[in-house]
RNA sequence: GCUCCAUUAGCAUAGUGGCUAGUGCACCUCACUUUCUAUGAGGAGACAAGGGUUCGAUUCCCUUAUGGAGUACCA
């Protein structure tokens, strides 16, 4: 028997949750619930200086949101807490030290102006700095200097850092689920600070013991962490411990152009890159799925669509297929660009499935919000509108008619439908309609329909100025629908206002 | 620059050593709704390039190009 399935979730506070982290987040928890596991949620918090307030909140309230959330975390709490890193800080210590105990790190003087200058001199050459095997020695560490003047430096307050002795010349093999087998050459990679001066743990030694003591099995993250996999599977080694399987997912691209999705590129293009809403303390506002009027089940089956899929020809899951479907071994290897166009068109297929009572209290709310009160029956318009709307607030968009009648007629459309011998024909639809007893739209239909064909006056004459003069523009459902709900009363008045507007 | 990763139509992708290379979004046409949507039916559109290996490569190998990530006392 295997052990169980742990994976976690491990953002940094930093900001709202990007799109990319909230697919990332999924993946682990589709990847956890399929095989019975833990989904654990845990953050990373060791750069104090770009802690963010409300970020932790906000990752929590979209996880909630999306409907994935996890077993384990800051709120929910576990067996494996605390959840932050920054109150597991006393913890770190501890395993730097062993590590320099056992000759797998060691102290570093170096101050980061002296460092930085190194990096600018080598740029100026066309070379890259590289702290690491071939210069470690040259430079101002424990490596370097003998033992009497490092204890005098470490007695003397002075501050340092502690970094890892990446092994030389080695071919350093790697596996990761997503991309099968790579390898790396040691020699390549530099000695990476593990531990900062500010007696916090840099995310490489975090994360790798945090790991560990909480039994992760499984480490499910963004491919600009591959990279880093060379170290951190050298860290494993170097503590003696069993290294958790790797899975690489692909980046995010913006939907046009180059580069990965970035924040900016979706209030630019017209889509959220957020799940929820964020407002900055600057008061940047960036926009969110859910506030955008977006069904978390769109989204979700949006998001799974990028990097993975199923090998069958279904699209549309909810999330317990998902859980029954999803495999790492499907995941792709190269990077997806957003198309927010899917993604309306998932929003439109969750929309038409939503229980439309559910949609009914739904667009009632917006009404309300909107400050419109209304006699007519809300739930009688929302399944005549609801096919062509993608959005609840699209229903408005469609039918606000319904409310309010038309201040205005659209110029194209007037020009077209409203002709010298409109008003006459209006007048004679109007004493037709004031005599029908049974207002229903099929009553109403024939009628209308029997006396244009009986009269032999043309559809077209008719059909266009009776939507204008009810909608004000060429949209809606079935004209004798929208009479049949306005009621005769309405109706009547509406085109006769229409006809006092071309008299005019 | 260096290291690692990738490359099927505008986008997301399926797939195979030999088939008309499949699907969804978007696009075009038609039908329906005498409007606009939605829907239905059709349609156009792809294996980055060049070398190998092979009887045969989109599929395996190499090179090039392009794209991406990383290259911090950030995660």
């Given amino acids: ?17 990007h799109i990319g982290g909230v697919r990332t ?18 953050i990373e918090d060791t750069d104090q200086t770009r802690y963010v307030d409300g970020a932790e909140e906000y990752i929590i309230e979209a996880l909630n949101w999306l409907n994935i959330p996890a077993n384990e975390g800051p709120v929910s709490g576990g067996n494996y807490g605390p959840y932050r890193q920054s109150e597991r800080k006393d913890l770190y210590r501890k395993y730097a030290d062993q590590l320099i105990e056992s000759g797998n790190a060691y102290y570093a003087f170096d101050t980061s102006e002296a460092l930085d200058a190194h990096r600018k001199n080598h740029e100026a050459e066309g070379k890259t700095f590289i702290y690491n095997w071939h210069n470690r020695l ?11 003047e490092v204890k005098a430096k470490l007695d003397s307050g002075e501050e340092y850092v502690i970094r890892f002795k990446t092994p030389q010349d080695e071919t350093l093999p790697l596996t990761d689920i997503v991309r099968g087998a790579m390898k790396i050459d040691t020699n390549v990679l530099d000695d990476k600070v593990l531990f900062k001066g500010d007696g916090m743990p840099t995310y490489h030694l975090a994360n790798i013991v945090d790991d560990h003591l909480m039994e992760i099995t499984h480490v499910i993250r963004g491919e600009e962490w591959l990279p880093s996999l060379a170290l951190h599977v050298l860290l494993y080694r170097a503590f003696g411990w069993d290294a958790p399987q790797f899975a690489h997912l692909p980046l995010l691209m913006k939907p046009v152009g ?12 017209g889509f959220p890159v957020f799940p929820l809403e964020w407002k900055t303390a600057e008061g940047d506002v960036f926009s969110g799925y859910r506030e955008d009027g977006y069904l978390p089940e769109a989204v979700l089956n949006m998001l799974v669509f990028l990097g993975w899929n199923p090998g069958t020809e279904q699209e549309i899951f909810s999330l317990e297929e998902l859980v029954a479907a999803f495999d790492l071994a499907r995941v792709n290897k190269s990077g997806a ?31 309300k919000d909107k400050g419109v009160t209304t006699a007519v029956d809300v739930s009688v318009i929302v399944p005549l509108l609801k096919e062509r709307a993608t959005f609840v607030q699209d229903l408005w968009e469609q039918g606000s008619f319904f409310f309010e009648a ?55 004459k008719v059909m266009m100025p009776l939507r204008l003069a ?17 009621g005769k009363k309405e109706a009547v008045s509406r085109i006769e206002k229409a006809v006092n507007f071309m008299k005019q």
């Fill in 406 to 460: 038309p201040s205005t007629y659209d110029e194209k459309a007037s020009k077209k439908a409203f002709k010298e011998d409109t008003p006459e024909i209006l007048q004679k639809v109007i004493e037709l309609l004031q005599g029908i007893e049974d207002f229903t739209a099929t009553t109403i239909s024939d009628e209308v329909k029997g006396w244009i064909t009986s009269n032999d006056i043309g559809f077209g």
């Fill in 25 to 42: 987040a999924l993946f682990n928890y589709l990847f956890a619930k399929k095989h019975g596991g833990d989904f654990i949620i845990r």
């Fill in 470 to 486: 009810l909608v004000g523009e060429m949209k809606g459902p079935d004209v004798f629908e929208i009479s049949s709900i306005l």
């Fill in 258 to 269: 180059k580069g990965k999705l970035s924040k900016r590129d979706g209030d630019k293009m």
């Fill in 337 to 367: 660009k957003f198309d927010p166009e899917k993604t309306k068109w998932f929003q439109h297929h969750y929309l038409q499935e939503m229980d439309e009572g559910m949609l009914t209290a739904q667009f009632k709310k917006f009404l």
């Fill in 138 to 148: 040259k430079l101002d560490n424990s490596l370097a200097l003998s033992e009497a």
């Fill in 1 to 17: 028997m295997t052990q169980k399935v742990r994976v976690r979730f491990a953002p940094s506070p930093t900001g709202p949750l």
